[in-house]
Structures are given as C-alpha cells and as structure tokens.
C-alpha cells in the first residue's frame, strides 16, 4: 500500500503517461518543425476561469520568469512546449527547462554515465557565476530531473507518432500499388 507521497507520485505518473505527454506530441513535433521558433500564444479568449502561474525558465545561460495564464483549454505544458520550454510538473509547474538545454543533456547522457545530481551542479554553479540564484540546489535536482525523464518520454513517444505516420503511409501506398497492378475484370 503507498502512503501520502507514494500515491501522489503514482497519480502524477499516471497523468504524465496516460493525459500529458499524449497531448504535447503535437505540439512538440509542431515547435520542431518551426525550427525551434517559440511561438507565444495570442491571449486566452475560451472564456474558461483561468489562473495565473509564475514560472522560472532555465536556459544555458540564464533564468527568465515569465507568467502563464492556465485553464482547463489552455494547460501549461502545451503554452510552455509551444515556448520552447518543458515543465517539472504536469499541472501547476513552478519551473520550466529548455528543450535545447533538455535536449543536450539527454544526448550527454546517451554518451556519459547518467548523473543529474553532477549536471543540476554544475549549471546551478555555472549561473550563480552569472548573478543567478535558484531556491535550494536540491529543489533544482528534482525538479531538473523530472524534466528530464519526462522530456525523455516525450521525444520517444514523438519518435514513434513519426515512425507510425510513415509506416501507415507505406502501407497505404503498397495497398495502392497492389490494387493497380490487379487486372481488371
């Protein structure tokens, strides 16, 4: 049986798999085929309650808040993908990663030994060089990581939307080529 924090973690999982990263393929492979341009969305006008959320940016080079307005039509993570950003959390995120910045890190760790608590070090050193200071080393580690594994999941599940359109295409094309070459009666 999980306690508190357990079952939270297992309904954020489950959001994430079965709600989120489903809906944000589009627009990710949308935002990809842009060529990286963010694109910001023009004012909410669904008529939905809505709320406002403060949200840290993380980039390589810097920290940026931007606000978001949410609802229920206009979630935070399709408004942060559509910015070129990624969320730590599927609902109500206080931090964001670029994609860029989640994308190297995914490749160094294809290439290097895993280590999110060494990578969150090392950028959180890297900014406060630059006048930039997050809340706690560890609040970046958790949240970072979160990103991470679930940008992760959104690139793989990106990948496989793709390979299923072109394998779809390939058979509809057989599927043509096959009723052509029948001889008609």
């Not at 808040?65 to 995120?93: E, K, N």
């Not at 990578?119 to 060089?129: P, Q």
Request: charged share 20%.
């Amino acid at each position: 049986m999980l306690g508190g924090h357990g079952n939270k973690r297992a309904c954020q999982w489950q959001r994430w798999h079965d709600d989120v990263i489903p809906a944000l393929v589009a627009p990710y492979l949308s935002f990809l085929a842009r060529g990286e341009q963010e694109q910001v969305s023009p004012g909410k006008a669904c008529g939905c309650k809505c709320c406002q959320l403060k949200i840290s940016c993380l980039y390589f080079e810097k920290i940026d808040q931007i606000d978001l307005l949410i609802c229920p039509c206009h979630p935070a993570p399709q408004q942060l993908i559509q910015r070129g950003l990624f969320p730590c959390s599927p609902v109500a995120p206080s931090l964001a990663v670029s994609l860029s910045m989640l994308e190297f890190t995914r490749e160094c760790f294809l290439r290097l030994p895993p280590n999110v608590t060494g990578f969150t070090g090392a950028v959180e050193s890297f900014l406060r060089g630059r006048q930039y200071k997050l809340e706690s080393t560890d609040t970046l580690r958790c949240q970072y990581g979160n990103s991470l594994n679930w940008y992760i999941s959104l690139h793989a599940a990106a990948d496989l939307h793709v390979t299923n359109t072109i394998e779809n295409a390939r058979l509809a094309n057989l599927d043509d080529v096959d009723e052509a070459a029948l001889p008609s009666v």
